[in-house]
Nanobody, 126 residues
Framework: HVQLVESGGGSVQAGGSPRLSCAASGYTYNRNCMAWFRQAPGKEREGVARIATGSGNTYYADSVKGRFTISQDNAKNTVYLQMNSLKPEDTAMYYC???????????????????WGQGTQVTVSS
């Protein structure tokens, strides 16, 4: 059983730079992709960033590229999402997820992620 616990959300002003954390515990063998997704009210959940936990290879959605950074601390089984230059449109519930590679690569579609955290709310005010 895998447990993912997010933290670090809250209310921030536009331009702020919070960091989200996601601590993983339990049996994670053979699931070597971790990602952050977000869901704003009335919108579908979308992928934000993903990291291949073995190589550290990362990928970002266009909407956050250059502003967000996903990273990991394997010793702590923790993945981070550093968010810079936040905008009101970044307001959402942020979820971390653990999943499998497809076609040899980590994806940023939720279909490939099988364990999810409970989410942490990020609210950006202008």
């Amino acid at each position: 059983h895998v447990q993912l616990v997010e933290s670090g959300g809250g209310s921030v002003q536009a331009g702020g730079s919070p960091r989200l954390s996601c601590a993983a515990s339990g049996y994670t063998y053979n699931r070597n992709c971790m990602a952050w997704f977000r869901q704003a009210p009335g919108k579908e959940r979308e992928g934000v960033a993903r990291i291949a936990t073995g190589s550290g290879n990362t990928y970002y959605a266009d909407s956050v590229k250059g502003r967000f950074t996903i990273s990991q601390d394997n010793a702590k089984n923790t993945v981070y999402l550093q968010m810079n230059s936040l905008k009101p449109e970044d307001t959402a519930m942020y979820y971390c997820a653990l999943g499998y590679r497809f076609g040899g690569y980590c994806q940023l579609q939720e279909d490939y992620y099988t364990s999810w955290g409970q989410g942490t709310q990020v609210t950006v005010s202008s």
